[in-house]
């Protein structure tokens, strides 16, 4: 009876192997990146497909020596996932978007109101995630795609997803994710801070470290892509940039924010010719103080940050003279202070809302979504009382005790 | 090593509790509490919970006085021959129609997010066949399965809060009080029959061990689910925010896409396909098996297992039916959950009270 049993199991092997949703690693196409374009055509965009060659950058690697380590191709179709099939034209395998790092969208499309659907409709595919990081280009998406040359990775997916871990914490661009986003528009029409990226080098500034907007970086010899700043999309379209610094500050403000250790440069306090540079470090979430039942609208706003001083050019005595401790910290304070005024003046004036996702925290006031609604954020936003406090604690002044001095002549 | 003797104990009974319902936080529940629940959707299991213990405090006591009888022949006693019959008959409806709606909605899960181009009436099949074939071994091997699993997917639900640690917001739960508290409550009401399995799963009293067994059995695994369905419930809502979470069909497979284990891992949905399955299936087994069982008892057979291959044949075909998910899911399931909501919660208190005003006056 029992043996009988056991092989009443054996056509269950054949059925449970599964023929209908076999997945043959050998037949996938994997797509890294897709990048999107306004079509020439009515109606219909541009997409690009970056599909990475798993065999290159492997052990395997012996069997495709002359493969390149991805292909790029552009289509002109209805939408991205119709996309799949047709790209089978050009490609042999099944093109999956399991392995989806990056969503890229041009600026050119992005400022259009097709940029919401374009998002939103594409979520609705099983295999794309949530957390497939959501970039701006300045230039056409496809010409971004094929300009990216990572010199240190070879395989594409790689590069992004470093890319994505620096992000994450040096700040100079903001934490953005499909999911992010559908968070920050769907509950009302917040601002949403995306990468902003480009690969053409245009119009070079100096802005010390981090005050650029992609593509300003004054860089010589690597990639020619540079991802810094934020594009600002609000009510499904996107309508301004922010530089590298202001991405910064605009994280610091929110309550946690992901990006917590960076590097940055100040003025040397006694010494205007030179810079310090010191690493921010936030350990703790910013105290956000909403107080909705005043008019106007009071938020105050302290945000903690921890400092070490990493060099001291101008050699002047921070480490032990108690009084330019006091001094700097101050200075510091001042500086950030100045800063973020002006960040919140912008989003004020220009945003009518804040990109600090502080009206999550004038929800907590509430007891009732409706009577938040009632309570018009935008409009009370507008008019705010935003006191910035920064409080700077200085934590360490790297291996140095005090500057090596060279001795000059005349001593 | 105990014999054998077709009853569980405590531990088997509350896993049992624990993995029926604890497993509707995976499903198409949770998008259903978030239309009016916004975000205090969380609370309205806590309330309901709360609500639908009174009816079963009034089965239990019911339970205690019938010593080793099951709730469909408590009903016989106590309201007679016609009566009886038409409690278990509706009784028995709910069933069929609960197990026939659900079980195609696990399917849709299955076939949107994991298998893509694989009849539906194939994965269906392999359910009913699995299901089928725990629930034919009797409400014992049910227990046993439950409690064999029950730890195992407990570790992975919770590694899965983990998982998700670093995404989640609290302030996407304010407003608290949501769309308001009289709403809470009202939705608290029309749904609590969630936890209708409270109230069922007396009518295989006589399989558990016995009255204490039950009582605290039932307990230890209500309040588990309760918990875990809170929990979860406030973790979508925290990861995904509120008017985003109801755009999500399924919030449970989209929480774990996004899970992420460091940066080693990130596609850890297949690992919660596996443990799903199988709660699937011990969910579904005990379905059958009551559905089966309150027909058989309401025709007064003796055993209801040859019945449940019949059965699982019927809940297949009439599952098919529907062309798509929301066919079934939004236009009915909510309304079988309102219905049995006000049938299933008044039914154990008049019982109540018939047995009190018959057992003053013996006819």
């Keep these: ?95 999956t978007f399991s392995h989806l790092q990056s969503f890229i969208i041009s600026r050119e499309l992005a400022e259009t109101e097709e940029f919401q659907n374009i998002v939103s409709s594409v979520t609705r595919d099983r295999q794309i995630r949530r957390e497939v990081s959501l970039i701006v280009t300045e230039e056409k998406a496809s ?8 010199k240190l990775e070879t395989r594409p997916h790689k590069y992004y997803e470093l890319m994505k871990r620096r992000w994450e914490h040096k700040g100079m661009v903001p934490y953005s994710t499909f999911d992010n986003y559908f968070e920050q528009s769907e509950g009302k029409n917040a601002p949403f801070l995306a990468i902003y990226a480009t690969s053409k080098r245009k119009d070079n500034k100096y802005g010390e470290e981090d005050d650029y907007v992609a593509g300003q970086v004054n860089t010589k010899g690597g990639n020619p892509v540079q991802m810094i700043g934020a594009a600002v999309i609000q009510g499904g379209k996107m309508i301004d940039v922010l530089t590298g610094e202001e991405t910064r500050l605009a994280m610091l403000m929110r309550r946690v924010s992901q990006a917590d250790s960076w590097l940055t440069t100040y003025k040397d306090p006694l010494d205007k010719k030179h810079r310090l540079t010191t690493r921010i470090i936030k350990e703790k979430s910013t105290i956000i103080d909403v107080k909705t039942d005043t008019e106007p609208l009071t938020i105050n706003v302290n945000v903690p940050v921890t400092i ?90 790297g291996k140095q005790l005090r500057p090596p001095k060279a001795i000059s002549e005349e001593q | 090593m105990k014999k054998l003797d077709g009853k569980i104990g405590l531990r088997e009974f509350a896993s049992v509790i624990m993995l029926t319902i604890g497993i509707k936080l995976t499903d198409m529940t949770p998008s259903l509490l978030f239309e009016n629940g916004e975000q205090a959707s969380w609370m309205v299991p806590l309330i309901s919970s709360l609500i639908i213990s009174i009816p079963v405090f009034f089965m239990l006591s019911l339970l205690k006085k019938y010593q080793d009888k099951g709730l469909i022949e408590v009903i016989y006693k106590i309201t007679g021959k016609y009566i009886g019959a038409i409690i278990g008959v509706i009784l028995f409806l709910i069933l069929l129609v609960g197990t026939i709606l659900n079980s195609r909605s696990y399917i849709d899960v299955i076939s949107v997010m994991f298998f893509r181009t694989t009849p539906i009436y194939f994965l269906y099949l392999s359910l009913m066949i699995a299901s089928a074939f725990v629930a034919m071994r009797g409400f014992e091997t049910i227990g046993r399965t439950a409690w064999l699993i029950i730890p195992f997917i407990k570790v992975v639900l919770y590694m899965l809060v983990i998982y998700v640690w670093e995404d989640l917001n609290i302030t996407h739960l304010f407003p608290l009080g949501g769309p308001g508290l009289d709403q809470i409550f009202l939705q608290s009401l029309e749904f609590s029959s969630i936890f209708s399995e409270l109230i069922l799963i007396g009518c295989l009293f006589q399989f558990v061990r016995n009255y204490k067994s039950f009582k605290i059995g039932g307990f230890i695994g209500a309040v588990n689910a309760v918990f875990d369905i809170v929990l979860f419930i406030a973790l979508y809502i925290m990861v995904f925010s509120y008017p985003s979470v ?26 919660y396909l596996a443990f799903w399955a199988m709660s699937s299936v011990v969910h579904f087994s005990l379905y059958l098996y009551l559905t089966v069982a309150i027909f058989a008892y309401t025709l007064k057979l003796k055993e209801p297992e040859p019945l449940i291959l019949p059965f699982a044949g019927f809940v297949l075909l009439m599952g098919l039916i529907p062309e798509n998910l929301n066919q079934t899911i939004f236009a009915t399931r909510e309304n079988l959950l309102v219905l049995t909501s006000a049938f299933l919660l008044p039914l154990p208190i008049l019982l109540w009270i018939i047995d009190r005003i018959r057992g003053k006056r013996p006819l």
């Design chain 1, 308 to 397: 070490q001083l990493q060099s001291i050019p101008s050699q002047i005595d921070y480490v032990k003279d108690q009084k330019n401790q006091e001094l700097l910290q101050s200075y510091i304070e001042e500086v950030l202070n100045e800063k973020a005024s002006e960040l919140v003046k912008k989003t004020q004036e220009k945003y009518h809302d804040d990109v600090f996702l502080w009206h999550l925290e004038a929800r907590k006031n509430f007891w009732k979504t409706e009577a938040f609604y009632k309570y018009d954020w935008n409009e009370k936003y507008k008019n705010a009382h935003v006191n910035i406090q920064f409080n700077v604690t200085l934590k360490d002044f």
């Design chain 1, 1 to 95: 009876m029992k043996k009988i049993g056991i092989f009443a199991l054996i056509p269950f092997i054949l059925f449970l192997s599964g023929c209908w949703d076999q997945l043959e690693l050998e037949e996938q196409a994997y797509v890294v990146v897709v990048g999107v374009d306004k079509s020439e055509q009515q109606n219909a965009i541009d997409v690009t497909f970056q599909i990475a060659n798993p065999q290159v950058g492997s052990t395997d690697q012996s069997q495709a020596e002359k493969e390149p380590a991805s292909q790029i191709i552009t289509l002109t179709v209805p939408d991205i996932i119709s996309a799949k099939d047709t790209a089978n034209a050009i490609i042999t395998r099944q093109v």
């Design chain 2, 246 to 271: 109801n755009n999500i069909t399924f919030p449970f497979q989209a929480l774990t896409q996004s899970a992420n284990v460091a940066s080693v891992l990130d596609h850890t949905e297949s690992i």
């Design chain 1, 143 to 150: 010409d971004f795609i094929s300009q990216n040359d990572p």
